[in-house]
Nanobody, 113 residues
Framework: QVQLVESGGGLVQPGGSLRLSCVASGFTFSGASMSWYRQAPGKERELVATITSLGGSTNYADSVKGRFTISRDNSKNTVYLQMNSLKPEDTAVYYC??????WGKGLLVTVSS
Protein backbone atom coordinates (compact mmCIF):
# COMPACT_ATOMS: atom_id res chain seq x y z
CA GLN A 1 0.00 0.00 0.00
CA VAL A 2 1.02 3.61 -0.41
CA GLN A 3 3.13 4.92 2.45
CA LEU A 4 4.56 8.38 2.91
CA VAL A 5 6.94 8.86 5.83
CA GLU A 6 8.09 12.38 6.66
CA SER A 7 11.10 13.44 8.70
CA GLY A 8 13.03 16.61 9.53
CA GLY A 9 10.60 18.78 11.45
CA GLY A 10 11.31 20.55 14.70
CA LEU A 11 11.92 23.90 16.35
CA VAL A 12 13.87 26.60 14.55
CA GLN A 13 14.47 30.30 15.18
CA PRO A 14 13.10 32.94 12.81
CA GLY A 15 15.42 33.31 9.84
CA GLY A 16 16.61 29.73 10.16
CA SER A 17 16.34 26.76 7.83
CA LEU A 18 14.97 23.24 7.87
CA ARG A 19 14.80 20.48 5.31
CA LEU A 20 11.85 18.12 5.32
CA SER A 21 12.04 14.70 3.69
CA CYS A 22 9.32 12.30 2.62
CA VAL A 23 10.16 8.71 1.72
CA ALA A 24 7.52 7.03 -0.42
CA SER A 25 6.72 3.39 -1.00
CA GLY A 26 3.99 1.22 -2.45
CA PHE A 27 3.79 2.86 -5.86
CA THR A 28 5.94 3.94 -8.80
CA PHE A 29 7.41 7.08 -7.32
CA SER A 30 8.96 8.35 -10.55
CA GLY A 31 5.52 8.40 -12.13
CA ALA A 32 3.84 10.60 -9.58
CA SER A 33 3.72 14.32 -8.90
CA MET A 34 4.27 15.03 -5.23
CA SER A 35 3.25 17.90 -2.99
CA TRP A 36 3.76 19.38 0.43
CA TYR A 37 0.83 20.86 2.34
CA ARG A 38 0.69 22.55 5.70
CA GLN A 39 -1.90 23.31 8.34
CA ALA A 40 -1.34 26.06 10.85
CA PRO A 41 -3.22 26.14 14.17
CA GLY A 42 -6.82 27.22 13.59
CA LYS A 43 -6.41 27.39 9.83
CA GLU A 44 -7.29 25.20 6.86
CA ARG A 45 -4.74 22.97 5.22
CA GLU A 46 -3.00 24.74 2.34
CA LEU A 47 -0.86 23.66 -0.60
CA VAL A 48 2.74 24.73 -0.16
CA ALA A 49 4.55 23.28 -3.18
CA THR A 50 4.22 20.70 -5.94
CA ILE A 51 6.80 18.98 -8.13
CA THR A 52 6.07 16.96 -11.27
CA SER A 53 7.08 13.33 -11.62
CA LEU A 54 10.51 13.92 -13.17
CA GLY A 55 11.10 17.18 -11.36
CA GLY A 56 10.83 19.33 -14.45
CA SER A 57 8.24 21.70 -13.04
CA THR A 58 7.49 23.11 -9.61
CA ASN A 59 4.83 25.39 -8.17
CA TYR A 60 4.70 27.29 -4.90
CA ALA A 61 2.25 29.15 -2.74
CA ASP A 62 2.86 32.89 -2.93
CA SER A 63 3.63 32.94 0.79
CA VAL A 64 6.71 30.73 0.35
CA LYS A 65 8.03 31.71 -3.08
CA GLY A 66 11.69 32.57 -2.97
CA ARG A 67 12.15 30.93 0.44
CA PHE A 68 11.13 27.29 -0.02
CA THR A 69 12.38 24.80 -2.60
CA ILE A 70 10.76 21.47 -3.42
CA SER A 71 12.93 18.79 -5.01
CA ARG A 72 13.00 15.04 -5.44
CA ASP A 73 15.38 12.14 -5.85
CA ASN A 74 13.62 9.39 -7.76
CA SER A 75 16.48 6.97 -7.07
CA LYS A 76 15.66 7.29 -3.37
CA ASN A 77 11.87 7.58 -3.65
CA THR A 78 12.17 10.81 -1.70
CA VAL A 79 10.76 14.30 -2.02
CA TYR A 80 12.24 17.21 -0.09
CA LEU A 81 11.18 20.64 1.07
CA GLN A 82 14.04 23.01 1.79
CA MET A 83 12.75 25.86 3.91
CA ASN A 84 14.90 28.98 4.33
CA SER A 85 14.31 32.35 5.94
CA LEU A 86 11.64 30.81 8.12
CA LYS A 87 9.06 33.06 9.73
CA PRO A 88 6.81 32.48 12.75
CA GLU A 89 3.86 32.30 10.36
CA ASP A 90 5.43 29.21 8.78
CA THR A 91 4.65 27.34 12.00
CA ALA A 92 2.40 24.43 11.02
CA VAL A 93 2.11 20.71 10.60
CA TYR A 94 3.59 19.84 7.22
CA TYR A 95 2.25 16.92 5.19
CA CYS A 96 3.61 15.00 2.24
CA UNK A 97 0.90 14.26 -0.34
CA UNK A 98 0.35 12.13 -3.41
CA UNK A 99 -2.69 12.46 -5.66
CA UNK A 100 -5.42 10.03 -4.74
CA UNK A 101 -5.77 11.32 -1.17
CA UNK A 102 -2.57 9.76 0.13
CA TRP A 103 -1.09 11.66 3.07
CA GLY A 104 1.83 11.29 5.39
CA LYS A 105 1.24 11.56 9.12
CA GLY A 106 2.58 15.08 9.26
CA LEU A 107 5.51 16.88 10.86
CA LEU A 108 5.36 19.78 13.26
CA VAL A 109 7.52 22.73 12.31
CA THR A 110 7.71 25.48 14.92
CA VAL A 111 9.39 28.79 14.14
CA SER A 112 9.97 30.68 17.34
CA SER A 113 12.66 32.48 19.29
Amino acid sequence: QVQLVESGGGLVQPGGSLRLSCVASGFTFSGASMSWYRQAPGKERELVATITSLGGSTNYADSVKGRFTISRDNSKNTVYLQMNSLKPEDTAVYYCYRRGNYWGKGLLVTVSS
